[in-house]
C-alpha cells in the first residue's frame, strides 16, 4: 500500500530564491515521497531569473514556480504540513509563532541573509549546494520512525551542514 506523501513547506521572507531552489530541489530528491511548496512572508512580483536559469542550466524542473503568498498556505484547501522550514530569520520567527493546522515540525535552516535579497551566481550555487545537502538527509530523516523530539532536534542539527 503506496504511503501518503509528506508535505513539506520552505518559508522565507520573500519566496523569490532560497525557497524556490529548496522547493525545485525536494521536488526532484523527493522522488514522490514528498510534496514540496514555498512562500514567503511578503513575497515578491516575480521569481528571481538567476535562480530560475541556475536550476534549468541542471535540468531541475522549473515550471510552477513563483513566488506564493504564506495566505495561499492557509486556505480551507491547502495541504496540511508536516514539515514548516524555515529559511531565513524573521520566517523562522513567524513559523515558531504561526498556528499551524496539522502541527507540524518547523526548523530554521536560516541561510545567508546578506544574499537573499539579490543572491549573486556563487550565493545561488552555494545555497543550492548546501540546500542539496541537507534535502538528501532530511529525505531520509522525515520517514524514519521516532519520537517527535529526537527528529526535530536531527532537523535543527542539519543547519550546521
Do not use: C
Request: proline share 6%; glycine share 4%.
Amino acid at each position: 500500500m503506496p504511503t501518503a506523501a509528506v508535505h513539506v513547506l520552505f518559508l522565507s521572507d520573500r519566496n523569490a530564491a532560497y525557497s524556490l531552489l529548496a522547493e525545485a530541489i525536494l521536488r526532484v530528491e523527493g522522488n514522490g515521497r514528498f510534496r514540496a511548496y514555498s512562500a514567503g512572508l511578503e513575497p515578491a512580483p516575480a521569481a528571481s531569473a538567476d535562480v530560475l536559469n541556475f536550476l534549468a542550466a541542471r535540468h531541475i524542473p522549473v515550471q510552477g514556480l513563483h513566488p506564493k503568498s504564506l495566505l495561499e498556505l492557509e486556505a480551507d484547501h491547502a495541504p496540511t504540513l508536516q514539515f514548516v522550514i524555515a529559511l531565513s530569520h524573521e520566517a523562522a520567527i513567524v513559523a515558531n509563532e504561526r498556528p499551524w493546522r496539522g502541527d507540524p515540525l518547523v526548523t530554521d535552516w536560516t541561510l545567508d541573509e546578506e544574499a537573499t535579497t539579490s543572491p549573486s551566481s556563487s550565493a545561488i550555487r552555494d545555497a543550492f549546494w548546501t540546500l542539496s545537502r541537507r534535502l538528501r538527509i532530511f529525505a531520509g530523516l522525515a520517514q524514519r520512525k521516532g519520537t517527535r523530539r529526537s527528529l526535530q532536534n536531527r532537523l535543527q542539527g542539519l543547519q550546521a551542514i
